[in-house]
């Protein structure tokens, strides 16, 4: 499915726009990486996007039909959304319970999972490597772990559109590899359109096709990974100057930003 944003704007009460005229499309088998400091509008403009708050003005659609004129369970049989992981201390539910809350939408009212859902949902987290978690409560778990539960929560969905919130964000190394290997494969092989929110410029040069760079003056920059993520860029928004190395590994360009200093104050 397209997902695409149409002069989306966005403000609380009468004060100046917090998005403003942000206008982008994503077609299956892209990944979109959105990128700016913090407090310009990210999550917000992720829960715009997938209709958890509603757009000041303008839209956001699914192969051209406003997702505001649609019903829920037709949306979220169609779109997976992955919040940032808060605490989960107070969630009673395992793992498994909590994945299988994800094939939701694709039940009847009333309905109750089957031995179906639970076995597409041990499949998925056997596929994503927690499958130990299955019978773990959801809050005993590390903030790393409950974050890769929900994503196997939004996967046993079986999306066309994946909207993620910060995914790699309190992970080890090995995870945050884990889950960039897996939403690269979801897109490039599975055809899902993926959208990550992302603090890491080096993460979305590794995988995302195209990106979205927000400022606190409300212009956003949207284009091919390697033209929106340059050093001029990266100091204009970030306030960092930054080197952008190219390294070659097994046959492999691998591109990364390396920060070097708080960039010289120069007014705008």
Not at 30 to 38: D, K, S
Not at 201 to 227: F, S
Request: net charge negative.
């Amino acid at each position: 499915m397209r997902l695409a944003i149409e002069s989306g704007t966005f403000r609380y009460g009468p004060q100046l726009p917090i998005l403003d005229g942000i206008s982008l499309a994503l077609d299956p088998g892209q990944v979109l990486a959105i990128l700016g400091p913090n407090g310009v509008g990210k999550t917000t403009l992720l829960r715009c996007m997938v209709g958890l708050l509603r757009w000041t003005s303008g839209s956001s659609t699914l192969d051209g039909t406003d997702i505001s004129t649609m019903r829920p369970a037709e949306l979220w049989r169609n779109v997976a959304y992955v919040p940032q992981a808060r605490n989960a201390a107070s969630v009673s539910l395992t793992g498994i319970d909590m994945v299988t809350i994800g094939r939701s939408a694709h039940l009847s009212t009333f309905a109750q999972p089957s031995t179906r859902e639970t076995s597409m949902a041990e499949r998925v987290m056997e596929e994503i490597g927690i499958i130990h978690l299955r019978d773990v409560p959801c809050g005993q778990m590390s903030g790393g772990q409950f974050q890769m539960v929900l994503i196997a929560r939004a996967l046993v969905a079986e999306p066309s559109v994946l909207v993620l919130d910060e995914p790699e964000t309190g992970l080890d190394f090995k995870n945050q590899l884990v889950v960039l290997d897996l939403l690269d494969s979801l897109a490039h092989t599975h055809g899902i359109a993926v959208v990550m929110n992302t603090h890491y410029p080096t993460h979305a040069l590794r995988i995302a096709d195209t990106a979205l760079l927000l400022n606190a003056h409300h212009e956003p920059r949207h284009g091919p990974t390697d033209e929106v993520i340059t050093i001029d860029h990266m100091r204009e928004v970030f306030g960092v100057d930054v080197h952008l190395a190219r390294i070659e590994i097994d046959g492999r360009s691998h591109q990364s930003v390396l920060p070097l200093r708080v960039a010289a104050q120069t007014d705008r």
